[in-house]
C-alpha cells in the first residue's frame, strides 16, 4: 500500500504558476517498475488525467496542458511535482495524485488504485 498526500494548491490569476506536491510513503523502488500521474476534477465532471511519469522516465501529457505542466519525481524524498505555469482558468479544479505498480499506466484513472486526498487549484481570469 502506498500512501499520497498531496499540497501546494491555492488561487492564482490567469498566467500565472502553482507547484503541487505529492509526498509518497512506502515501499517505492526502482524495481518493481511503477507509474505516477496527476489528475483533476471539476464538480459534475469525470476526472481527468493531467500528466504522467513512469519509472524509467516516459511522460505523458493531456493535449490541454502541454507545454504548461511538468511533472517529475524526486525519488530520493519521495516526492512527485506538477509545475503548473501559464495556468488558465480551465485548470481550476481538484488535483489528486495517483500510484500504481508497471510502467506506462497512462492517464486513465481506472488504472491507478493508489489516491491522494486532492489540493484545490483555483485560477482567476
Known amino acids: 500500500q502506498v500512501q499520497l498526500v498531496e499540497s501546494g494548491g491555492g488561487s492564482v490569476q490567469a498566467g500565472g504558476s502553482l507547484r503541487l506536491s505529492c509526498a509518497a510513503s512506502g515501499r517505492i523502488y526502482s524495481d518493481p517498475p511503477y507509474s505516477m500521474a496527476w489528475f483533476r476534477q471539476t464538480p459534475g465532471k469525470e476526472r481527468e488525467g493531467v500528466a504522467e511519469?513512469?519509472?524509467?522516465?516516459?511522460?505523458k501529457y493531456a493535449d490541454s496542458v502541454k507545454g504548461r505542466f511538468t511533472i517529475s519525481w524526486d525519488h530520493g524524498e519521495k516526492i512527485q511535482y506538477l509545475q503548473m505555469d501559464s495556468l488558465e482558468p480551465g485548470d481550476t479544479g481538484m488535483y489528486y495524485c495517483a500510484f500504481d505498480w508497471g510502467h506506462l499506466r497512462g492517464l486513465r484513472s481506472g488504472s491507478y488504485s493508489n489516491w491522494g486526498q486532492g489540493t484545490q487549484v483555483t485560477v482567476a481570469s
Open positions: 511519469l513512469d519509472t524509467y522516465g516516459h511522460t
